[in-house]
């Protein structure tokens, strides 16, 4: 082997040194590297679980703020309904009171025509018994019981009209 150019001795004793120096660095850094390593591996694996578990919150945050915004939607629509159902309602209730008013201020105008003719044709006829009293008393030349007559006077247009006085 020495042709080769190898020198045995010095061979084996960096052979020794070699499994030496592989038994320091196994019982010195290999072992605390690798549980550097498994260490920093384990707080990466739980920082992207809570990662994970961040993302899986968010999404369920954002999923409830929709489900609200509908809900209030929804809410804002009812209460948006009720409220023109509300006026609609108020509207029909001002027609139907303005509709009422109107029919008994009618009625009411109704009532004081059919006064006012009553007491026209009331005055009407005491003028008209009051001028046949005259005519009459003309005729006759003298004064007529003026009570008699009247009554007369009622009767015959009580008869006229086809009511009784």
Do not use: W
């Not at 509207?91 to 009532?111: H, I, P, S, Y």
């Not at 008393?137 to 006077?153: N, P, S, T, Y």
């Amino acid at each position: 082997m020495e042709s080769l150019g190898f020198n045995i001795t010095s061979l084996v004793a960096q052979l020794v040194n070699f499994a030496v120096l592989l038994v320091i660095f196994r019982a010195f850094l290999y072992k605390p590297i690798l549980r550097m390593l498994d260490s920093r591996r384990e707080r990466i694996k739980e920082g992207l679980d809570a990662a994970d578990r961040m993302k899986e919150q968010a999404a369920r945050a954002e999923q409830e703020v929709q489900a609200r915004l509908a809900e209030a939607r929804q809410d804002g629509q009812t209460l948006i309904a009720q409220a023109q159902q509300m006026a609609a309602r108020l509207q029909e209730e001002g027609r139907e009171q303005a509709r009422r008013e109107g029919d008994a201020v009618l009625q009411r105008a109704r009532t004081e025509i059919h006064l006012e003719r009553d007491a026209a044709i009331a005055e009407l006829r005491q003028e008209f018994a009051d001028l046949t009293i005259a005519a009459a008393e003309k005729v006759i030349g003298q004064a007529l019981d003026r009570k008699a007559h009247e009554r007369l006077i009622q009767e015959v247009l009580a008869e006229a009209t086809g009511k009784k006085p």
